[in-house]
């Protein structure tokens, strides 16, 4: 029964998360609500783990929630629910792509789902930024500025945007120097 649930549910992430691997967050998080299969925690430790690895991101996070849940067969199974969506919707579409190119109708279908993936993103995004380095719990609690952010990891998130829009270098560059960071400061 727990591998058709996780072949659902991964289904469903794959057919509705158009956008990529970080439009899937929203979902993971709804998902993790609804089930209590992993943590808040659990989706930013995901979210590392996958960036860190080869392949798609929400394909990765896949792999990891079904593995972790119930070992190999429940990684397979996600991953399947994940990606067959995408390999049904690609052989539709591959087969009538010709004749819609330049319907006005499919243009204002993408024109609309443009800002909107962009804005799933950004939740996401929002989102991992509050896990990562804002501590609004210690904060509710002693209402004290100083415990709303982590001032370390606030440094290192300001210090790899920056150097990641100056310098343009390949991602798997500063996911070292991160993984370097955290081993040499602990943190």
Same mark, same amino acid.
């Given at each position: 029964m727990i591998y058709l649930q996780l072949f659902y549910e991964f289904f469903k992430i794959g057919l509705?998360?158009? %956008? *990529? *691997?970080? +439009? !899937?967050l929203p979902f993971l998080q709804a998902l993790s609500q609804k089930t209590g299969w #992993?943590?808040?925690? #659990?989706? !930013?430790n995901m979210i590392a783990i996958s960036e860190s690895t080869p392949g798609p991101i929400g394909i990765n996070m896949a792999t990891y929630v079904g593995f972790n849940? !119930? %070992? =190999?067969? *429940?990684g397979i199974v996600a991953t399947l629910g994940t990606i067959l969506p995408a390999?049904?919707?690609v052989s539709v579409v591959s087969r009538y792509l010709e004749k819609f190119s330049g319907n006005p109708l499919v243009d204002h279908v993408f024109y609309g789902l443009r800002p909107t993936v962009t804005g799933l993103i950004a939740a996401a995004g929002y989102d991992v930024m509050k896990v990562s380095f804002l501590h609004i719990g210690a904060f509710l609690e002693t209402h004290a500025v100083a415990d709303l952010v982590d001032p370390v &990891?606030?440094?290192? #998130? =300001?210090? +790899? #945007?920056v150097t990641i829009r100056k310098? &343009? &270098?390949h991602p798997v560059m500063y996911i070292a120097i991160a993984a370097v960071v955290g081993v040499v400061f602990g943190l």
């Amino acid at each position: 029964m727990i591998y058709l649930q996780l072949f659902y549910e991964f289904f469903k992430i794959g057919l509705f998360a158009v %956008g *990529g *691997g970080m +439009a !899937t967050l929203p979902f993971l998080q709804a998902l993790s609500q609804k089930t209590g299969w #992993f943590t808040t925690d #659990f989706i !930013t430790n995901m979210i590392a783990i996958s960036e860190s690895t080869p392949g798609p991101i929400g394909i990765n996070m896949a792999t990891y929630v079904g593995f972790n849940l !119930t %070992g =190999v067969l *429940g990684g397979i199974v996600a991953t399947l629910g994940t990606i067959l969506p995408a390999i049904i919707i690609v052989s539709v579409v591959s087969r009538y792509l010709e004749k819609f190119s330049g319907n006005p109708l499919v243009d204002h279908v993408f024109y609309g789902l443009r800002p909107t993936v962009t804005g799933l993103i950004a939740a996401a995004g929002y989102d991992v930024m509050k896990v990562s380095f804002l501590h609004i719990g210690a904060f509710l609690e002693t209402h004290a500025v100083a415990d709303l952010v982590d001032p370390v &990891k606030l440094i290192l #998130f =300001v210090v +790899a #945007f920056v150097t990641i829009r100056k310098l &343009k &270098k390949h991602p798997v560059m500063y996911i070292a120097i991160a993984a370097v960071v955290g081993v040499v400061f602990g943190l």
